[in-house]
């Protein structure tokens, strides 16, 4: 039933570790997003995919790689994790990746690195 | 540069007491202007999309209306289940769907 999916919804891990978030959506969405939400809860997009090809590509650290197996699923590894990299991610999915079409949300991993 | 400011930031009303929330945007060729619900803990919540100005929508106890400078969220009689933190954002023209939110506007009603 669940629209937008992501897991796991919690992440806690040791600084230099490497990490994934998986994202799923069973909208049948053509375009997908990650988003991060830092502590002052700024959402902020980072990366998105429309069809397995990346279009969107934020300045982001280069050790946050997304892979996009199929247009239902968005995956984000992390290599090296740093102490800044903590926050929330959301993964978000919308029917194309026009200009106004509206984005749904997944429920989001709150990662904390130590 | 494109910028969205929400205001207040925080807001506290007494169940019933209605209000409005702000959304001023400066982009280059307004595509959509969204209103998102977000509970501790989850993910934003779609409420409206508006297009063009004069615009409005309603759901509930919640109006969004748009010109060409900003936005306003009403909420008329607020319930407790109204609290929750009401973010807005935009789709510029040319953004392929870079959403640039607002830092949001933080809700609570009390009984």
């Known amino acids: 039933d669940t629209a937008v999916s992501q897991t796991p919804k919690y992440l806690v891990t040791q600084m230099g570790n490497d990490k994934s978030i998986k994202c799923e959506q069973n909208?049948?969405?053509?375009?997908m997003y990650w988003y991060k939400q830092d502590s002052k809860k700024f959402l902020k997009i980072m990366f998105s995919?429309?069809?397995?090809?990346?279009?969107i590509n934020e300045t982001v650290p280069n050790r946050f790689s997304p892979k996009s197996p199929d247009k239902a699923h968005l995956n984000l590894h992390i290599n090296s994790l740093e102490l800044g990299d903590s926050a929330v991610y959301f993964c978000?999915?919308?029917?194309?990746?026009?200009?106004?079409?509206?984005?749904?949300f997944g429920p989001g991993t709150r990662l904390t690195v130590l | 540069e494109d910028q969205v400011t929400q205001s207040p930031e925080a807001l506290r009303l007494q169940e019933g007491e209605s209000s409005s929330l702000n959304c001023s945007y400066t982009?280059?060729?307004?595509?959509?202007l969204f209103w998102y619900r977000q509970d501790p803990g989850k993910g934003p919540e779609f409420l409206f999309t508006?297009?063009?100005a004069g615009e409005e929508k309603e759901k509930e106890r919640l109006k969004a209306t748009l010109t060409k400078k900003e936005s306003f969220l009403h909420i008329t009689a607020p319930k407790p289940e109204d609290s929750a933190t009401y973010l807005c954002?935009?789709?510029?023209?040319?953004?392929?769907?870079?959403?640039?939110f607002g830092a949001g506007t933080q809700v609570v009603v009390t009984p």
């Open positions: 954002a935009v789709l510029a023209r040319g953004s392929w769907g870079k959403l640039q």
């Open positions: 995919y429309n069809n397995k090809e990346l279009i």
């Open positions: 508006l297009y063009s």
């Open positions: 982009v280059s060729g307004l595509r959509g």
């Open positions: 978000a999915s919308s029917r194309e990746r026009g200009e106004t079409d509206t984005q749904y």
């Open positions: 909208l049948g969405h053509d375009t």
